[in-house]
């Protein structure tokens, strides 16, 4: 008797619940995540050298 192996998906790069809401992102944003950097790069400067 041949048995199947059950193939499953790449896993998620994030899977956050809380509560009955629930997050899941297959893969990482870079577009995102290079936006998000500039920005707070961009505002830690000009707090830091707006001493």
Do not use: C
């Not at 048995?3 to 809401?21: A, E, M, S």
């Not at 990482?28 to 950097?37: D, Q």
Request: net charge positive; hydrophobic share 45%; no cysteine.
């Amino acid at each position: 008797m041949a048995t199947k192996n059950r193939t499953t998906g790449p896993q998620p790069f994030l899977d956050l619940r809380i509560g009955g809401v629930r997050l899941t992102v297959q893969r990482i944003p870079y577009s995102m995540l290079a936006l998000a950097t500039g920005i707070v790069g961009s505002l830690g400067s000009a707090v830091w050298l707006g001493r």
